[in-house]
Antibody, heavy 120, light 108 residues
């Protein structure tokens, strides 16, 4: 069974940093491209970042302006999101999402998310 | 960036009825790039439909997708109480990689 479990969320002050993790199991993690998607309170889903299976290709939403860094450790079946210079508008539930292995890109499995709250 | 607009915002129906959810793209897109998700509070979003018409693994045939160009539809037949959720359409693009509609809340 495919499982994605996010962790690392919490309350952080504006300007602070946080590192999110996503532990993957039930599939060969190193074969799959991965994404982070977030949902602010009362809002819809917003794609945040993408990393290819071998970390060769990395993309970010323009709105992040270099504050976030995605990475992965295939040996530990883990995906990460380093978030710096956090702002109130970064408050959201952050989901990791696996990208389907074949066919056109789409996200086929998601975790349950971890809540990040940026507030003083 | 292609904007996806979903309608209606909220849909209230009775068990056994059919739900028709719309997703309109700001410009024509390949049907291959359109997916639908079901999202219940506190749970992981669940892939229902990909490539506009293909059901994901384990999704019952009550869920079906259609459309092309700028207009796409998710149809849920024979509604059940467990179908209560927010439904999102998603499109794959070059930059940003994915965009989502604002969601349709289904009440039963």
């Amino acid at each position: 069974e495919v499982q994605l479990v996010e962790s690392g969320g919490g309350l952080v002050k504006p300007g602070g940093s946080l590192r999110l993790s996503c532990a993957a199991s039930g599939f060969n993690f190193s074969d799959y491209n991965m994404n982070w998607v977030r949902q602010a309170p009362g809002k819809g889903l917003e794609w945040v970042s993408y990393i290819s299976s071998g970390s060769h290709f990395i993309y970010y939403a323009d709105s992040l302006k270099g504050r976030f860094t995605i990475s992965r450790d295939n040996a530990r079946n883990s995906l990460f999101l380093q978030m710096n210079s956090l702002r109130a508008e970064d408050t959201a539930v952050y989901y990791c999402a696996r990208e389907a292995a074949v066919g056109v890109p789409h996200t086929d499995y998601w975790g349950q998310g971890t809540l990040v709250t940026v507030s003083s | 960036e292609i904007v996806l607009t979903q309608s209606p915002g909220t849909l209230s129906l009775s068990p056994g009825e059919r739900a028709t959810l719309s997703c309109r793209a700001g410009q024509s897109l390949s049907r291959s790039y359109l997916a639908w998700y079901q999202h219940k509070p506190g749970q992981a979003p669940r892939l229902l439909i990909y490539s506009a018409i293909s059901r994901a693994t384990g999704i019952p045939d009550r869920f079906s997708g259609s459309g092309s160009g700028t207009d796409f539809t998710l149809t849920i037949s024979r509604l059940e109480p467990d179908d209560v959720a927010v439904y999102y359409c998603q499109q794959y693009g070059s930059s940003p990689r994915y965009t989502f509609g604002q969601g349709t809340k289904l009440e039963i």
